[in-house]
T-cell receptor
Framework: DVKVTQSSRYLVKRTGEKVFLECVQD?????MFWYRQDPGLGLRLIYF???????EKGDIPEGYSVSREKKERFSLILESASTNQTSMYLC???????????FGPGTRLTVL | AQKVTQAQTEISVVEKEDVTLDCVYE???????LFWYKQPPSGELVFLIR??????QNEISGRYSWNFQKSTSSFNFTITASQVVDSAVYFC??????????????FGKGTKLSVIP
């Protein structure tokens, strides 16, 4: 079974802090994705990566950056957290860009 | 820009009733991929089905069935004889990809299904 793990289920940070969300997949997938999920808005794509060190912006990249130094690991970085970044963050991976995505359990981030 | 509309925000049914979740999509691409995912209360999204735009065959998997109609740009999902374990949020998603730099992925806003015992 594909396994996608995220470093924390719950995280509380203060405004202005730098925040790292980590995601690891164990199926050698080429592609990895970060989403945020907010009530009434569904899932929105923040960034995705189709190869090591390669990344592309999704629909809402502002305020976020990403890093993919190794194939299995994709990090989402909030350079200076703000309260409007309080959300559920979901990571996913897939073999091809049009293939099924496998999701992690999510990280619920609260920025105070 | 592409779009996915799940017009039903919330649906409640009594156990054993049939229920259909609607998904309408918009895209100018002729090659695209449609997905349904289930998000149970535990939070982790689970894949249900993937369809490409050239395969209009309807699919049945146990109590689940999907009706893909290009003529109406719809990809509806029916649960027959619903059970309490079907209670979840269901998302429809659309992917288009025709080469480097063209990838687009859009999720609908989800339909929350509550099955009442």
């Amino acid at each position: 079974d594909v396994k996608v793990t995220q470093s924390s289920r719950y995280l509380v940070k203060r405004t202005g802090e730098k925040v790292f969300l980590e995601c690891v997949q164990d199926m050698d997938h080429e592609n990895m994705f970060w989403y945020r999920q907010d009530p009434g808005l569904g899932l929105r794509l923040i960034y995705f990566s189709y190869d090591v060190k390669m990344k592309e912006k999704g629909d809402i990249p502002e305020g976020y950056s990403v890093s993919r130094e190794k194939k299995e690991r994709f990090s989402l970085i909030l350079e200076s957290a703000s309260t409007n970044q309080t959300s559920m963050y979901l990571c996913a991976s897939s073999p091809g860009l049009s293939d099924t995505q496998y999701f992690g359990p999510g990280t619920r981030l609260t920025v105070l | 820009a592409q779009k996915v509309t799940q017009a039903q925000t919330e649906i409640s049914v009594v156990e054993k009733e049939d229920v259909t979740l609607d998904c309408v999509y918009e895209t100018r691409d002729t090659t695209y991929y449609l997905f349904w995912y289930k998000q149970p209360p535990s939070g982790e999204l689970v894949f249900l089905i993937r369809r490409n735009s050239f395969d209009e065959q309807n699919e049945i998997s146990g109590r689940y069935s999907w009706n893909f109609q290009k003529s109406t740009s719809s990809f509806n999902f029916t649960i027959t004889a619903s059970q309490v374990v079907d209670s979840a949020v269901y998302f429809c998603a659309l992917v288009t990809y025709s080469g480097a730099g063209s990838y687009q992925l859009t999720f609908g806003k989800g339909t929350k299904l509550s099955v009442i015992p």
